[in-house]
């Protein structure tokens, strides 16, 4: 959970490649986890990834999952 009166460091006080990748990491993170095919996994992955987005005063994370047959 996120404390208001934490200081982070920002995405715009960040070098791009550094938030080129975190966002890289942060997308094999839930690949991975849908990879499994285990939906609470995905869930969790992404609540963790939403926490860390929006630590970094970014506006979080969604994920669209579509089912292929």
């Not at 993170?29 to 992955?45: F, K, M, P, R, W």
Request: zero cysteines; a negative charge; charged letters at 30%.
């Amino acid at each position: 959970m996120i404390d208001k009166d934490m200081r982070t460091v920002s995405f715009r006080q960040m070098h791009e490649m550094q938030v080129e990748a975190l966002t890289d990491f942060i997308a094999m993170a839930i690949n991975l986890a849908s990879a499994v095919g285990d939906e609470l996994l995905v869930d969790d992955v992404t609540d963790a990834a939403d926490e860390l987005v929006k630590m970094f005063g970014g506006n979080g994370v969604q994920v669209e999952v579509k089912i292929d047959v």
